[in-house]
């Protein structure tokens, strides 16, 4: 079943230790669908993309409510950073949430959010081919104590390190080196990230599950290498964009209609 808001409200939130394990993500977990199918489509993408939010449409319509339940078609679904560090935090949450079985829930919520299109074309036209590693890389940031209580999520929070991106305060009083140090740092700063770590939590609430310990996996940047190792793989594949699929290993770039889609699917369920 489909992730909506009405099927999360008053779901029994999953228990660590009993329904999930820290640092364990099952390998099924962006998999619906019989493995041993021998018809299957994998989805490479990116949610700080807005034609894989268009793309989302569609898959969410054909693929997962219509192909897989009733044929036997088999749907991987991987997250990739490829855009600006928007991209990273949101993947990185999506697997923090697949930690608790709860990645399509998620991946649902996440397609949801509306974004810039300014900062999203910005990101795509600066990072589009050596983007693969979301921006991150950089120096740690000072949030990353997994036992941070997950009251303390909020938006200034950067999981793929690197100096904050937080405006300065435009009626900050300070004078002297203070003051010429943050018209400094105020030229430096961009927007606040739309992905940020209270838009977040806010979302791991309405999937479902744990937010405490979302929160320790988000901080700790438990599986921010994971999330380098399926766009280095993406790459590797020759995926150079997103959305990206693979219908029985034939390479389809960018978004597919409903009318296509279903031509494509029915041509490879009649074989």
């Not at 105020?186 to 606040?192: G, Q």
């Not at 959305?243 to 597919?256: A, K, M, S, Y």
């Amino acid at each position: 079943q489909l992730p909506s808001k009405s099927t999360t409200r008053g779901m029994q939130r999953p228990v660590e230790g009993r329904d999930f394990f820290a640092g364990v993500l099952h390998p099924e977990g962006r998999a619906l669908g019989r493995k041993d199918s021998k018809s299957h489509v994998v989805e490479f993408t990116d949610f700080f993309c807005e034609h894989c939010q268009a793309a989302h449409d569609v898959t969410k319509e054909v693929v997962l409510k219509r192909y897989v339940p009733a044929s036997g078609l088999r749907f991987e679904s991987h997250p990739v950073a490829f855009l600006d560090d928007d991209s990273l935090r949101a993947a990185h949450a999506a697997l923090c949430a697949q930690e608790q079985h709860k990645y399509w829930e998620m991946r649902d919520l996440l397609f949801q959010v509306q974004l810039d299109p300014l900062k999203a074309d910005e990101a795509s036209a600066g990072h589009n081919d050596t983007g693969m590693d979301g921006g991150g890389g950089g120096a740690a940031d000072n949030n990353t104590d997994p036992d941070r209580p997950a009251d303390a999520i909020d938006g200034n929070s950067d999981i793929a390190g690197g100096e904050s991106k937080v405006e300065a305060d435009p009626k900050s009083k300070q004078g002297g080196k203070d003051e010429k140090s943050n018209k400094k740092k105020k030229k430096k700063n961009v927007s606040k990230s739309i992905f940020n770590a209270a838009l977040l939590r806010r979302l791991a609430h309405l999937s479902g599950i744990d937010t405490r310990a979302f929160s320790h996996c988000f901080y700790s940047k438990r599986y921010v290498d994971e999330v380098h190792r399926i766009s280095r793989l993406a790459r590797e594949l020759g995926v150079v964009g997103t959305p990206h699929f693979l219908i029985n290993n034939e390479h389809i770039e960018g978004t597919i209609s409903e009318e296509e889609f279903t031509k494509r699917l029915g041509k490879l369920l009649a074989h």
